[in-house]
């Protein structure tokens, strides 16, 4: 007998690390199946940090961030959304699953439920397992013009031991979006239930029919039971750095200064001086990587679209492509397949909960050039595919 809980023991392992481990190393696979682009971390981000280094800012830092960052960061939401956040309201923590992680500490616990909105990413609804909670899944619907939530569904799955209902907008995999309407739905509903939001913004700025997605903070007062995860790895390439941020009520201070404290005890300082250069010198950046990511989502559609046998299905956020094959029921064998004869790398949507079993999710946050390429090696699978 061992010791591990057995809640850890029966954690079910991501089916995208089984692709990975059949294609990591190829000299030739075209990797498409994790959520970052193939940009480095622009320069002047990185001198920030260096900079920071090389003058011995290397010491312990205050829980929730330097005071600088963290004034960066309200600077950030003031210019982005119009918002006034009190400091007081916002940790940094170490990277965007750190901040999900730390809010399943602060609000579930063996005997509560979490309602997940998916497909989404399978780490939350895992982290939700880990504290102890059942997770109940909703799915969005699907059809010719994208993904849809029913809010009916997510209240009829609720009980007396519901205490987070999670959403990504604009999700991993789907590229859904939340509308203002539905989030006041939503959030009306949490307040006279008492449940906790879980809202993922990660991917707030690649949007491709707007300047920035809805965020929760557009209605939210500072004692709803709202919680928005952001992280710098997207927007700013900074996936490797793996800094985020979240943003809680009023009265949560003091439980986030102690989570915060016992997990991690803070970030490294050098890093977080290339976070407020992103957040107070990169609108270039980011402007450049929406125009970036919305040439190749053109590409990725136009070429999706045209195969046989691929039902592809439209977004207007984040940087997946979902699609579905003809005749194809088992993603996990056809994306460890797609790697060995297609030399791509991709992710099954068996990994991302109900409602994409039968899906693939490829990122397009490449190069035209690889992308293409890539493109033309999925063509060529897709057509000769066979269970």
Known sequence: MGVIRQQIETLEDSPIIE????????????????????????????????????????????NRGIAPLREALLRYHKRIYGID??????????????????????????????IAITPSWPNVMRAMQINGAEVREVMLARGNEGWRLDLDAVFAAADANTRVIYLASPGNPTGWQIERPE??????????????????????????????????????????????????SKSWAMTGWRLGWV?????????????????????????????????DHGEDFVKFFQDRCRVARDIANARLNAMPRVQNIPSSGAFYAMFGVEGMTD???????AV??????????????????????????KSPENLNEAMDRLEKFVAGYVE
Not at 250 to 276: D, M, P, R
Not at 331 to 337: E, H, I, N, V
Not at 340 to 362: C, D, K, N, Q, W
């Open 19 to 62: 692709v990975f481990r059949e294609g990591f190393g190829l000299p030739d696979l075209i990797a498409m199946w994790a959520g970052e682009p193939d940009v480095p971390t622009p320069a002047f981000i990185c001198d920030a940090a260096s900079k920071a280094l090389h003058e011995g800012r290397t010491f312990y830092t205050p």
């Open 331 to 337: 993603s996990l064998t056809f994306c460890k397949r």
């Open 183 to 232: 989030a006041e739905r939503l959030l009306e509903f949490c307040r006279a239930k008492n449940i906790a939001i879980l809202s993922d913004e990660v991917y707030h700025r690649i949007v491709y029919d707007r300047e920035v997605a809805f965020s929760f903070l557009d209605i939210a007062t500072p004692d709803d039971p709202v919680f928005i995860v952001n992280s710098f």
């Open 247 to 279: 943003i809680y009520p009023t009265y949560a201070l003091s439980a986030f200064e102690k989570l915060v404290q016992f997990n991690t005890s803070g970030g490294l300082e050098f890093l977080q001086h290339g976070c407020i250069a992103a957040l």
């Open 340 to 365: 060995h004869e297609a030399r791509i790398g991709m992710a099954p949507g068996t990994s991302f909960g109900r409602g994409a079993e039968h899906l693939v999710r490829l990122c397009y946050a």
């Open 85 to 114: 956040l009190p400091e007081t309201r916002i940790a940094l923590t170490l990277s965007g699953m750190s901040a999900v992680m730390l809010v399943a500490q602060a609000t579930v616990q063996p005997g509560d439920n979490m």
